[in-house]
């Protein structure tokens, strides 16, 4: 039997049961965030080239204690694995360090590190692995330790006490932001908002040895390190479920609303993500937080009118995770694991075998019509894509309702967008149909919020935002098909909007094999406009294309001497790879 560091077993923490089955949501009593002790802090340790080795290598001491680590460098191919301890201490088992993060946000990048691995208080790490990696960087998070609530039975205890009702959602028990969040992981931006139609079941790969007094800690961390370490606004999870069937709240917005995660790149404008706290690649996930994660997805997807049965038909929005390419028509279950969108092994392998039973007991549970929140008249905005290329139009949609739900018919409404200064301004003037319902489309130049706006009897009317993406628009010209040797090789192109273009080169060797022959930055003029020089000393074949962002040109082919030509010879139009 395992027991934590504060001597409550697990077991006994499953026979009390989770949180979630109360039926509220869960606030600190005091109104101060569980476990905010103010010391939490973020902090690195360099690793420069040669410190570590393949095999197995020295401890190394962390600057200071810590609770959670991830690794960011050269990790491709190194197949790493850490294990941690507080000095003189038992060493933990040995975690493998991911490459790189397997989440990211829609139209941006992942992390440049690894997962985040839970390590609970430790001062210690070593690592091994098959060959020897190139400069490395541990970034560390120094969680607060747990005293708002009471550790073990006493603080599930302390968590009922504090519970207040929220009949308006209807939602099962959770542990809101102000719960586990403090001041040190404040979103860097406003929330953006989506729709629901499906919802994808994640694991967070920090390891399941932790008491469910930790659990808020583990949040917390999680938050630091995805909004610090990999640059996001927030927690990349809408939701998260602790092995004990706790419910945590992640990213901040509302949890009646459809939050844009971080949590399924080229999905995350009409999903929601629900984290399971641990690794789940050869450990089931336990009853009570089955049970959890169903109440919950039955109700997330039932409060938005979404069916939780079935599968439906998306539309991928790429990206460098994404398993499949930009705009391809995919057959997903409404509760999906996340490895049916993005190039991942999550939510693990046991408890992607889970999920048929998840959707089964998630069915049963989504016999009740949701409550919903009293208001006023309600509007309602869909995206038809979430990236857009650059001068391309982009479609909007919605419904306005009064407030018995009744269509609001002939109202004047207003699209506006939001762009990088943060100030509204209006694109499109549209009125509604005789059943609500409103379109427009307009033109797309930089990433931006959209949302619709109305007067009701004299009360504005505001819908959602939705968050369109822009991807660049790259042209190439036509490039010489032969050159001599030292001859000019000119490259132009155009890319809107203006943006740092990178020109590929590749060489044909002798086995017929295409290679890597370096890559140049060229930065284009105002108005876009994009020319580089090349020059290649002897006989061969280069192939050229020009990249921005994950837009690429189909390569051209030139021949440099007396090398026989190809039939290539223009990069003219070509688009390859998603946005």
Same mark, same amino acid.
């Given at each position: 039997? @395992?027991?934590?560091?504060?001597?409550?077993?697990?077991?006994?923490?499953?026979? +009390?049961?989770?949180?979630?089955?109360?039926?509220?949501?869960?606030?600190?009593?005091?109104?101060?965030?569980?476990?905010?002790?103010?010391?939490?802090?973020?902090?690195?340790?360099?690793?420069?080239?040669?410190?570590?080795?393949?095999?197995?290598?020295?401890? !190394?001491?962390?600057?200071?204690?810590? /609770?959670?680590?991830? +690794?960011?460098?050269? +990790?491709?191919?190194?197949?790493?694995?850490?294990?941690?301890?507080?000095?003189?201490?038992?060493?933990?088992?040995?975690?493998?360090?991911?490459?790189?993060?397997?989440?990211?946000?829609?139209?941006?990048?992942?992390?440049?590190?690894?997962?985040?691995?839970?390590?609970?208080?430790?001062?210690?790490?070593?690592?091994?692995?098959?060959?020897?990696?190139?400069?490395? %960087?541990?970034?560390?998070?120094?969680?607060?330790?747990?005293?708002?609530?009471?550790?073990?039975?006493?603080?599930?205890?302390?968590?009922?006490?504090?519970? $207040?009702?929220?009949?308006?959602?209807?939602?099962?028990? #959770?542990?809101?932001?102000?719960?586990?969040?403090?001041?040190?992981?404040?979103? %860097?931006?406003?929330?953006?908002?989506?729709?629901?139609? #499906?919802?994808?079941?994640?694991?967070?790969?920090?390891?399941?040895?932790?008491?469910?007094?930790? &659990?808020?800690?583990?949040?917390?961390?999680?938050?630091?390190?995805?909004?610090?370490?990999?640059?996001?606004?927030?927690?990349?999870?809408?939701?998260?479920?602790?092995?004990?069937?706790?419910?945590?709240?992640?990213?901040?917005?509302?949890?009646?609303?459809?939050? *844009?995660?971080?949590?399924?790149?080229?999905?995350?404008?009409?999903?929601?993500?629900?984290?399971?706290?641990?690794?789940? @690649?050869?450990?089931?996930?336990?009853?009570?937080? #089955?049970?959890?994660?169903?109440?919950?997805?039955?109700?997330?997807?039932?409060?938005?009118?979404?069916?939780?049965?079935?599968?439906?038909?998306?539309?991928?929005?790429?990206?460098?995770?994404?398993?499949?390419?930009?705009?391809?028509? $995919?057959?997903?279950?409404?509760?999906?694991?996340?490895? /049916?969108?993005?190039?991942?092994?999550?939510?693990?392998? =046991?408890?992607?075998?889970?999920?048929?039973?998840? %959707?089964?007991?998630?069915?049963?549970?989504?016999?009740?019509?949701?409550?919903?929140?009293?208001?006023?008249?309600?509007?309602?905005?869909?995206? /038809?894509?979430?990236?857009?290329?650059?001068?391309?139009?982009?479609?909007?949609?919605?419904?306005?309702?009064?407030?018995?739900?009744?269509?609001?018919?002939?109202?004047?409404?207003?699209?506006? =967008?939001?762009?990088?200064?943060?100030?509204?301004?209006?694109?499109?003037?549209?009125?509604?149909?005789?059943?609500?319902?409103?379109?427009?489309?307009?033109?797309?130049?930089?990433?931006?919020? +959209?949302?619709?706006?109305?007067?009701?009897?004299?009360?504005? $009317?505001?819908?959602?935002?939705?968050?369109?993406?822009?991807?660049?628009?790259?042209?190439?010209?036509? !490039?010489?098909?032969?050159?001599?040797?030292?001859?000019? *090789?000119?490259?132009?192109?155009?890319?809107?909007?203006?943006?740092?273009?990178?020109?590929?080169?590749?060489?044909? !060797?002798?086995?017929?094999?295409?290679?890597?022959?370096?890559?140049?930055?060229?930065?284009? &003029?105002?108005?876009?406009?994009?020319?580089?020089?090349?020059?290649?000393?002897?006989?061969?074949?280069?192939?050229?294309?020009?990249?921005?962002?994950?837009?690429?040109?189909?390569?051209?082919?030139?021949?440099?001497?007396?090398?026989?030509?190809?039939?290539?010879? &223009?990069?003219?139009?070509?688009?390859?790879?998603?946005?």
């Amino acid at each position: 039997m @395992m027991v934590s560091r504060y001597g409550f077993t697990r077991r006994g923490a499953l026979a +009390l049961g989770a949180v979630a089955g109360l039926g509220t949501l869960v606030r600190p009593a005091s109104g101060h965030a569980a476990g905010a002790s103010e010391d939490l802090h973020s902090f690195t340790l360099p690793l420069p080239r040669g410190t570590v080795s393949s095999g197995v290598n020295p401890p !190394l001491d962390a600057p200071q204690p810590f /609770d959670l680590l991830g +690794l960011s460098g050269a +990790l491709a191919g190194a197949h790493l694995q850490v294990r941690t301890r507080r000095r003189g201490g038992a060493w933990s088992r040995w975690i493998p360090v991911a490459a790189a993060a397997d989440h990211a946000p829609d139209g941006g990048r992942a992390g440049a590190a690894s997962d985040p691995i839970w390590t609970g208080r430790a001062d210690q790490l070593q690592l091994r692995g098959t060959r020897t990696p190139g400069a490395l %960087r541990v970034h560390f998070v120094r969680a607060p330790t747990p005293r708002a609530h009471a550790r073990g039975a006493a603080g599930i205890a302390s968590a009922k006490s504090a519970a $207040v009702p929220v009949s308006a959602f209807g939602s099962p028990a #959770m542990v809101m932001r102000d719960g586990w969040a403090t001041t040190a992981v404040k979103p %860097r931006n406003d929330p953006s908002f989506g729709r629901i139609d #499906m919802a994808f079941v994640h694991h967070t790969e920090t390891g399941n040895d932790y008491g469910p007094d930790e &659990s808020p800690a583990i949040v917390l961390s999680i938050a630091r390190y995805h909004r610090d370490t990999n640059g996001w606004s927030d927690i990349g999870y809408n939701f998260l479920v602790d092995q004990y069937g706790t419910i945590f709240e992640g990213r901040a917005g509302g949890i009646d609303k459809a939050v *844009v995660g971080a949590q399924a790149q080229g999905y995350n404008s009409f999903s929601t993500g629900i984290s399971c706290i641990g690794g789940y @690649m050869t450990t089931a996930l336990p009853d009570a937080a #089955m049970r959890s994660v169903a109440k919950l997805i039955a109700w997330k997807l039932g409060y938005h009118g979404t069916p939780v049965a079935g599968t439906l038909v998306v539309t991928s929005g790429g990206g460098e995770l994404n398993a499949h390419p930009y705009g391809q028509k $995919v057959t997903m279950h409404r509760i999906a694991g996340h490895r /049916d969108g993005d190039s991942t092994d999550c939510p693990g392998d =046991k408890l992607y075998h889970q999920l048929p039973a998840l %959707r089964t007991l998630a069915e049963g549970l989504a016999g009740e019509e949701p409550a919903k929140p009293a208001g006023s008249s309600k509007m309602t905005i869909v995206a /038809d894509r979430t990236v857009a290329v650059y001068g391309s139009a982009a479609a909007v949609h919605g419904v306005i309702t009064d407030p018995a739900g009744n269509a609001v018919t002939n109202k004047q409404i207003a699209v506006e =967008k939001q762009g990088a200064s943060k100030k509204w301004s209006r694109l499109a003037t549209v009125r509604s149909g005789s059943d609500g319902s409103w379109s427009a489309s307009v033109p797309w130049k930089a990433t931006g919020r +959209l949302r619709a706006r109305a007067t009701v009897t004299g009360h504005s $009317v505001v819908s959602p935002m939705v968050t369109i993406s822009v991807t660049p628009k790259l042209t190439a010209g036509a !490039l010489p098909k032969s050159v001599k040797p030292n001859g000019a *090789v000119v490259v132009t192109g155009t890319v809107l909007p203006a943006a740092t273009v990178k020109v590929v080169l590749q060489k044909k !060797l002798s086995s017929g094999r295409w290679a890597a022959a370096g890559t140049r930055t060229v930065k284009p &003029s105002s108005r876009g406009a994009i020319r580089s020089t090349f020059r290649f000393a002897g006989p061969a074949q280069y192939r050229i294309s020009l990249a921005a962002g994950s837009v690429a040109t189909s390569p051209a082919t030139v021949t440099v001497g007396g090398v026989a030509k190809t039939s290539s010879g &223009s990069v003219s139009g070509g688009v390859s790879a998603g946005a």
